[in-house]
Protein backbone atom coordinates (compact mmCIF):
# COMPACT_ATOMS: atom_id res chain seq x y z
CA UNK A 1 0.00 0.00 0.00
CA UNK A 2 1.71 3.30 -1.09
CA UNK A 3 0.85 6.61 0.99
CA UNK A 4 0.16 10.24 -1.25
CA UNK A 5 2.46 12.69 0.71
CA UNK A 6 -0.33 15.03 -0.84
CA UNK A 7 -3.84 13.23 0.43
CA UNK A 8 -5.56 15.51 3.59
CA UNK A 9 -6.66 12.40 5.23
CA UNK A 10 -3.37 10.29 5.77
CA UNK A 11 -2.17 10.14 9.11
CA UNK A 12 0.41 12.10 10.68
CA UNK A 13 3.54 9.54 11.29
CA UNK A 14 5.34 10.03 14.86
CA UNK A 15 8.55 11.80 14.56
CA UNK A 16 10.33 9.97 17.83
CA UNK A 17 12.87 12.70 18.00
CA UNK A 18 10.43 15.33 18.24
CA UNK A 19 9.45 15.99 22.63
CA UNK A 20 6.00 16.21 23.37
CA UNK A 21 5.00 19.32 24.95
CA UNK A 22 1.73 20.30 26.45
CA UNK A 23 0.69 23.92 25.37
CA UNK A 24 -0.34 25.95 28.38
CA UNK A 25 -2.93 28.57 27.48
CA UNK A 26 -1.67 32.27 28.59
CA UNK A 27 -3.04 33.58 31.39
CA UNK A 28 -4.80 36.67 30.88
CA UNK A 29 -4.25 39.33 33.94
CA UNK A 30 -7.00 41.80 34.43
CA UNK A 31 -5.73 45.34 34.47
CA UNK A 32 -6.23 47.47 37.75
CA UNK A 33 -9.62 49.82 37.15
CA UNK A 34 -7.50 52.78 39.15
CA UNK A 35 -5.20 54.47 35.43
CA UNK A 36 -8.48 54.90 34.06
CA UNK A 37 -10.61 56.25 37.38
CA UNK A 38 -8.23 58.74 37.52
CA UNK A 39 -8.25 60.07 33.88
CA UNK A 40 -12.02 60.17 34.37
CA UNK A 41 -11.86 62.02 37.44
CA UNK A 42 -9.05 64.52 35.53
CA UNK A 43 -11.36 65.24 32.71
CA UNK A 44 -13.87 65.95 34.81
CA UNK A 45 -12.28 68.70 36.83
CA UNK A 46 -10.42 69.99 33.66
CA UNK A 47 -14.34 70.44 32.41
CA UNK A 48 -15.71 71.61 35.72
CA UNK A 49 -12.81 74.41 35.11
CA UNK A 50 -13.91 75.25 31.82
CA UNK A 51 -17.26 75.63 32.51
CA UNK A 52 -16.37 77.91 35.57
CA UNK A 53 -13.72 80.04 33.35
CA UNK A 54 -16.39 80.79 30.37
CA UNK A 55 -19.51 81.09 31.75
CA UNK A 56 -18.83 83.21 34.70
CA UNK A 57 -20.65 87.09 35.19
CA UNK A 58 -19.33 89.29 33.24
CA UNK A 59 -18.54 92.47 35.39
CA UNK A 60 -17.14 95.87 34.37
CA UNK A 61 -15.97 98.59 37.04
CA UNK A 62 -15.30 101.84 36.44
CA UNK A 63 -13.39 104.52 39.12
CA UNK A 64 -15.20 107.89 39.88
CA UNK A 65 -18.20 109.03 38.92
CA UNK A 66 -18.91 106.31 35.76
CA UNK A 67 -21.43 103.76 36.49
CA UNK A 68 -20.95 99.96 36.85
CA UNK A 69 -21.90 97.74 34.08
CA UNK A 70 -22.86 93.87 34.78
CA UNK A 71 -23.65 91.83 31.91
CA UNK A 72 -25.28 88.41 33.23
CA UNK A 73 -26.20 85.52 30.60
CA UNK A 74 -29.21 84.07 32.87
CA UNK A 75 -29.41 81.22 30.12
CA UNK A 76 -26.00 80.52 30.14
CA UNK A 77 -25.43 80.51 33.82
CA UNK A 78 -28.04 77.94 34.54
CA UNK A 79 -26.97 75.53 32.03
CA UNK A 80 -23.41 76.03 33.08
CA UNK A 81 -24.52 75.56 37.00
CA UNK A 82 -26.47 72.22 36.30
CA UNK A 83 -23.72 71.37 34.31
CA UNK A 84 -21.36 72.13 37.13
CA UNK A 85 -23.53 69.80 39.44
CA UNK A 86 -23.63 67.23 37.16
CA UNK A 87 -19.80 67.16 36.95
CA UNK A 88 -19.37 67.53 40.61
CA UNK A 89 -21.63 64.45 41.07
CA UNK A 90 -19.95 62.66 38.73
CA UNK A 91 -16.63 63.01 40.33
CA UNK A 92 -18.21 61.98 43.92
CA UNK A 93 -19.47 58.95 42.29
CA UNK A 94 -16.22 58.18 40.59
CA UNK A 95 -14.12 59.26 43.78
CA UNK A 96 -16.56 56.76 45.61
CA UNK A 97 -15.87 53.97 42.93
CA UNK A 98 -12.08 54.47 43.06
CA UNK A 99 -12.14 54.18 46.84
CA UNK A 100 -14.40 51.27 46.37
CA UNK A 101 -12.18 49.55 43.81
CA UNK A 102 -9.27 50.59 46.48
CA UNK A 103 -10.88 48.91 49.02
CA UNK A 104 -11.80 45.71 47.15
CA UNK A 105 -8.49 45.08 46.20
CA UNK A 106 -6.82 45.93 49.14
CA UNK A 107 -9.52 43.11 50.90
CA UNK A 108 -8.34 40.76 48.09
CA UNK A 109 -4.30 41.04 49.18
CA UNK A 110 -4.88 40.75 52.13
CA UNK A 111 -7.27 37.59 51.64
CA UNK A 112 -4.55 36.65 49.39
CA UNK A 113 -1.52 36.95 52.08
CA UNK A 114 -3.82 35.29 54.27
CA UNK A 115 -4.56 32.16 52.52
CA UNK A 116 -0.83 31.73 51.27
CA UNK A 117 0.43 32.51 55.01
CA UNK A 118 -1.97 29.78 56.04
CA UNK A 119 -0.89 27.39 53.13
CA UNK A 120 2.38 27.83 53.88
CA UNK A 121 1.96 26.67 57.79
CA UNK A 122 -0.29 24.15 56.90
CA UNK A 123 2.61 22.87 54.77
CA UNK A 124 5.39 23.44 57.21
CA UNK A 125 2.96 21.72 60.06
CA UNK A 126 2.90 18.87 57.51
CA UNK A 127 6.69 18.76 56.49
CA UNK A 128 7.55 19.01 60.65
CA UNK A 129 5.04 15.92 61.13
CA UNK A 130 5.70 13.82 58.19
CA UNK A 131 10.23 14.10 59.19
CA UNK A 132 9.21 12.97 62.96
CA UNK A 133 7.17 9.84 61.51
CA UNK A 134 10.08 9.19 59.51
CA UNK A 135 12.63 10.06 61.92
CA UNK A 136 10.26 7.57 64.34
CA UNK A 137 9.94 5.29 62.17
CA UNK A 138 14.24 5.04 61.30
CA UNK A 139 14.52 4.76 65.47
CA UNK A 140 11.72 1.88 65.51
CA UNK A 141 13.50 -0.21 62.10
CA UNK A 142 17.28 0.41 64.52
CA UNK A 143 15.41 -1.03 67.13
CA UNK A 144 14.27 -3.93 65.16
CA UNK A 145 17.39 -4.31 63.50
CA UNK A 146 19.36 -4.01 66.70
CA UNK A 147 16.97 -6.78 68.13
CA UNK A 148 17.49 -9.13 65.17
CA UNK A 149 21.17 -8.96 65.59
CA UNK A 150 20.75 -10.14 69.24
CA UNK A 151 18.77 -12.97 68.72
CA UNK A 152 20.86 -13.92 66.12
CA UNK A 153 24.29 -13.76 67.99
CA UNK A 154 22.63 -15.61 70.70
CA UNK A 155 21.50 -18.09 68.56
CA UNK A 156 24.59 -18.64 66.59
CA UNK A 157 26.42 -19.16 69.92
CA UNK A 158 23.76 -21.36 71.57
CA UNK A 159 23.87 -23.40 68.39
CA UNK A 160 28.01 -23.16 68.70
CA UNK A 161 27.87 -24.40 72.05
CA UNK A 162 25.40 -27.12 71.31
CA UNK A 163 27.44 -28.55 68.80
CA UNK A 164 30.43 -27.86 70.71
CA UNK A 165 29.25 -30.35 73.29
CA UNK A 166 28.05 -32.77 70.86
CA UNK A 167 31.54 -32.64 69.28
CA UNK A 168 32.71 -34.40 72.77
CA UNK A 169 30.27 -36.41 73.59
CA UNK A 170 30.62 -38.26 70.19
CA UNK A 171 34.44 -37.91 70.86
CA UNK A 172 34.27 -39.04 74.23
CA UNK A 173 31.64 -42.22 73.27
CA UNK A 174 34.27 -42.69 70.34
CA UNK A 175 37.06 -43.14 72.78
CA UNK A 176 35.10 -45.42 75.06
CA UNK A 177 34.37 -47.52 72.28
CA UNK A 178 38.09 -47.60 70.69
CA UNK A 179 39.13 -48.69 74.82
CA UNK A 180 36.48 -51.14 74.76
CA UNK A 181 37.53 -52.48 71.43
CA UNK A 182 41.60 -52.78 72.41
CA UNK A 183 40.24 -54.64 75.68
CA UNK A 184 38.61 -57.23 73.96
CA UNK A 185 41.67 -57.92 71.60
CA UNK A 186 44.29 -57.98 74.82
CA UNK A 187 42.00 -60.73 76.20
CA UNK A 188 44.13 -64.69 76.89
CA UNK A 189 43.58 -66.94 74.70
CA UNK A 190 41.15 -70.03 75.53
CA UNK A 191 43.90 -73.67 76.00
CA UNK A 192 42.45 -76.65 74.79
CA UNK A 193 44.10 -80.00 75.61
CA UNK A 194 44.74 -82.48 72.75
CA UNK A 195 42.92 -85.76 73.14
CA UNK A 196 45.60 -88.91 73.66
CA UNK A 197 46.36 -90.18 70.05
CA UNK A 198 46.66 -94.35 69.63
CA UNK A 199 48.96 -95.60 67.19
CA UNK A 200 47.28 -97.74 64.67
CA UNK A 201 48.79 -101.48 64.11
CA UNK A 202 51.68 -101.38 61.28
CA UNK A 203 50.40 -102.97 57.92
CA UNK A 204 52.54 -103.19 55.01
CA UNK A 205 50.44 -101.56 52.45
CA UNK A 206 51.29 -103.00 48.53
CA UNK A 207 53.14 -101.20 46.44
CA UNK A 208 51.41 -99.23 43.86
CA UNK A 209 53.23 -98.29 40.68
CA UNK A 210 53.00 -94.47 40.27
CA UNK A 211 51.04 -93.36 36.86
CA UNK A 212 53.24 -91.72 33.89
CA UNK A 213 52.87 -88.90 33.60
Do not use: C
Amino acid sequence: MTHDPNDPNRTKPVDPLVRNETYVEPVERRSSPLPLIIGVLLALALAYFVLQRFTGDDTAAVDGDTTTVTTTEGGDTGAASEAAADAEAAAADAEDAAESATEATENAAENAAAATGGAVQDAADAAENAAESAASAADNAADAVGTATQDAANAASEAADNAANAAAQAASDAGEAVDDAVTVDNAPAATTTPAPVTPAPATPAPATPAPAN
